[in-house]
């Protein structure tokens, strides 16, 4: 990359509230990933107390390091609002209101019917020479200043969800005109293979090369990033595709999805296409399974219902898994798990059922580890059981539970593989498939 | 507070990974927060490169603006942690290998059976009159050097586990004795009453005084921190259990934790105690509320199993909601909630069921609309049905309502009262209790 070009940038996140912890600066990291990943080089982060001379010193000090600054925060009406008011120090330039803002603000309060609080005027004043940058989201516009040696300095607004937007529309694009180049984001998700093996596995694809590939580990997958960039938007889209092409060849079916989408919206999605139903039976996730594929909106198109069976008489009386059966395999066991699917699939009256089984912990028989959990899946060929022994705190062990059960049925639904264990070579679809 | 002896504190997050925004930075927030609660005024923070001339000069910078300068990050092994270099710069002193910790690590990878790498060594070195502080939790030592003049600086490790425990142990006491006092926090919990009212409410306690209250509203529900600080332990303790008193008092049956244990620990236990034993039956919860509570180890003492009802049908087979009550009264019912609690407790064989019914959004009928939500629990005595109207995006209405029905499982429990509607006063018990 010609360093000469390199986009270097600075972050303030202005308002002592961030100095007194009273929130986790997710502005700052969002900011900083999203620049990143266009090219820009992030050269440092403040946090700022809302004070008329700290703001100055902050924007002084990041003007002299870096190309652009973009401050988060400190737009709002009160007093304690000092944002624009120490940009237009540091600069030495005038604050002026803005007519046109002042009247968009006039307007806002008379459609409400509530009477517009003086102060308010504060958020139509723009820096002499600045462009204020619409806020669709709130009240306090954002702000773009260009000083005459290329210097920028972008104001956003601190709530996440209007400063997100705005960045979106102003800032990011600029980020990538300035890199001369387009840019194509791709975000692609994995599961059941863990993070260094896909390092492993992918390294050569995550030099610093163009497009760059970059995972981030998640709680139970993995995600990654693949950021491409050309002069020409086509190529930059082309070469995104390439790589794609093969790290979906690499990784076989433990790439769920190309697109970002959740695995609880690939299976909605594959079972919707299909004109398919689930239902669920959960010992040690208690419902996770059922709550998490309930997120997607128009799931009940496909999931019928499910059991919750902790103890040993419901599994019996909702599912219809024999005592005896319990009391000679053990609730935790692959036949339990079996007969658990298949009684829910049976009385619930869907074409598939997922059920799980397991010790979450700490609670467990000394004969059985804490972490040891069986996950079947049922369809009208007859059921399949997994075995997965996992570590970690109880909600850990019951997420991961939850995940494995989803990309079974995942796999189940696409025919693609359904991993016995937890190898990850399973997983990756190398292993020869075991027969059920 | 007598300003001379506020304790100024810097804070430094050290790591290029913070600047590329692979992390969002919640020791920063953690850090500032509890300083913040000891009554130190944290009054900067800055995130820094993996460079030795950058760290330096964070140093430097830092040390000229506050007593205490509290930096995370660039303890460990390789050549990218620069923390302990950087500082030795800063403040002009030698880096000397600690003989006790190098043999410490030696003896770490002695009993793992691991061949030590050469680099791991520089997590031995200390700042000249600098002491190193013990990591229990990973490898890297932290370390604490006091200058001549009474500044000290602390150096934390980056995983926040680690830093965690090694601030809990090192930086929190010292703060407290720096202030010359003992300090007391306690955590509070609040649900059915937004922040805004418990604000209200609580306003003549909420100043700049001695206790300190402070809320923070989380997704679902108000969380108060109390801060209670005395030179006698005992005062400390005694001013505490005073303003608690008070915020009883006032909020009533919407306070449902003074330790800071979660709602789900609270109805879990509550249950446990008296023996008793629940079932759920969810519809647009779909399972949320058995997970929920399910996360507390020991909740299958209690928690007997539960019934995801989607779809009408299986309303009807699981919980012997009648197909004709469903399509008579609708399935977002006070009727069918009310059908769904009595066949769960049932047919599942619990002393209180809990059932939920209700349109989480997008979808909806045009006559109903998204965020309304009922709420039945049954017990031996009968059912009371609740009734809300929620607003926002599907996933936090099904939040909501979880949150809604594990509350009323407990106020049945506990025998408190029922609030039939979204009304605050009735969550905060001032209103009369509506016969079931």
Known sequence: MDEARVLRVYLLSIGSEVLRGELVDTNAAELARELTLRGAQVVGHRAVADQLEEVEAAFRDALARARWVVATGGLGPTLDDLTREGLARAVGRKLRTDPQAAQALRDRYLREGRPMPQETLRQAQVVEGADLLPNEEGTAPGMRLALADGRQVFLLPGPPREMRAMAERELYPQAEREAGKAVVVRTLRVTGVGESLVDEILADLMGDTNPVLRPYAQEVEVR???????????KAKEKAQAVVAEVARRLGPALYSLDGRSLEETVVEALEERHLTLAT?????????????????????????????????VKEDLLGVPLALQGQAGVVSREVAAAMAQGARERLGA??????TGWAGPDHPPQEPAGLVYVAVADAHGVRVARRQFTGPRNHVRLLASQTALDLVRRTVLGLPFPVTGDPREALGSAPEVAR
């Open 281 to 313: 039976a959960e010992s040690l996730t208690a419902g996770l399974v059922s709550a998490r594929l309930a997120q997607v909106p128009g799931a009940s198109r496909v999931l019928v219902g499910g059991a919750v069976v902790y103890h040993e008489r």
């Open 224 to 234: 990654l990033t693949l950021v491409s960039s050309h002069p020409d938007p086509d």
């Open 351 to 356: 074409d598939y059922a997922v059920a799980l």
